[in-house]
């Protein structure tokens, strides 16, 4: 249920309306608007009865929402959200690119990487210190080490950090680091850690599960904005299919009915995506196209001796290369590069 306040309503209205709504003991969500509040009820097992408060002052009109995912839907919040960060801002019109190493494997690439990617005006990296990854013989990311590696970076780069949190217990810390907190594929439904984010106070990059529908990803969106975190960035990596020319398979057609259901920006990873760096560069340039906010890409210094998914990380000089034909695509149609 939405409930639409008159342009005109007082702010003691509108606290009327979030005590009445707390007292139902359902959950209000404030969301004040250019030309009015309008405050989202979330909580509810079943309908609400609109009654008690299409009466109180000020209040306009109750819309029923119908999506199972009511905070994440563009019936309840209209506008396009933008993410804004102390670096950039992520939402539409801009793309804004996230680049780095898989995972974090010693100061001395992250000090490297972080500095090309600030002369690329690239203002965020990407880097994993807690890896998931499929054989628990291979490298596991540098944990805490890795986290204050990329603290220290940070500092002197001026870069923002983007970094996956896989379990509660690293919550605090990776919160500490991140300016955003990366959530993986595999974690997608780990509803307990979606819970942990939505009381944390940096932004969520939430990877689409690899055999997820738009609508369970678009529920685990609303897990994190439900506990109170609306900053939330959806991530396309690619999908598991029956196609095996490429490592997953890259569903950029949820482009486009994501952003009809969903306020949420939209960014696309090539390189988890594809799985083979000489496949980045056409994907990155089709997810432009096919308007994502962005992109996550993965990049090494020397991808050939990667600790973990060198295959598809592009090198300097690939980087360099990219965001060259993404700033003559981004011309033609109406945006630029954050
Ligand atoms: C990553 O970004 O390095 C990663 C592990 O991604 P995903 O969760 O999409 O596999
Ligand atoms: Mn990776």
Redesign the pocket.
């Known amino acids: 249920m939405l409930v639409v306040m008159h342009s005109h309503a007082t702010p003691e209205q509108v606290d009327q309306v979030l005590d009445a709504i707390r007292r139902m003991n359902l959950t209000p969500h404030p969301m004040p608007g250019a030309t009015r509040t309008a405050i989202g009820i979330t909580g509810n097992i079943g309908a609400v009865d609109p009654r008690s408060l299409e009466v109180l002052p000020g209040v306009n009109e109750l819309i029923r929402v119908t999506k199972p995912f009511k905070l994440a839907s563009r019936e309840m919040h209209e506008a396009d959200t933008f993410i804004r960060l102390p670096q950039t801002v992520i939402g539409p019109g801009t793309f804004t690119l996230i680049a780095g190493p ?2 974090v494997e010693n100061e001395a690439m992250i000090q490297k990487t972080a500095e090309f990617l600030v002369g690329q005006g690239v203002k965020l990296m990407r880097a ?1 210190a807690f ?1 998931p990854r499929t054989s628990p013989y291979a490298f596991q990311g540098m944990g805490k080490e890795g986290l204050e590696i990329l603290a220290r970076v940070r500092r002197s780069t001026g870069i923002g950090i983007v970094t996956e949190l896989m379990d509660t217990d690293n919550a605090d810390a990776v919160e500490e680091a991140a300016d955003i907190i990366q959530i993986g594929t595999r974690n997608m439904q780990n509803f307990s850690l979606l819970r942990r984010v939505s009381r944390a106070t940096k932004p969520v990059l939430l990877k689409r599960g690899m055999s997820a529908t738009l609508e369970e990803w678009l529920m685990a969106a609303e897990y994190v904005m439900a506990g109170g975190n609306y900053n939330v960035i959806l991530c396309e990596r690619g999908v598991r299919t029956f196609s095996d020319h490429s490592r997953n398979t890259l569903d950029l057609s949820v482009i486009p009915p994501a952003r009809k259901l969903s306020h949420l920006p939209i960014l696309v990873d090539p ?2 995506g594809t799985g083979r760096r000489d496949f980045v560069p056409p994907m990155a340039l089709a997810s432009l196209a096919a308007g994502a906010d962005g992109l996550l890409l ?1 990049v090494h210094p020397d991808p050939d001796r990667a600790l ?2 060198g295959a ?1 990380s592009l090198d300097f000089a690939g980087l360099e290369r990219l965001v060259e034909s993404l700033k003559q695509l981004a011309v033609p149609l109406g945006r630029s590069l954050a």
């Open positions: 898989c995972s994993g890896k390189s988890h993965e973990s998914d598809q």
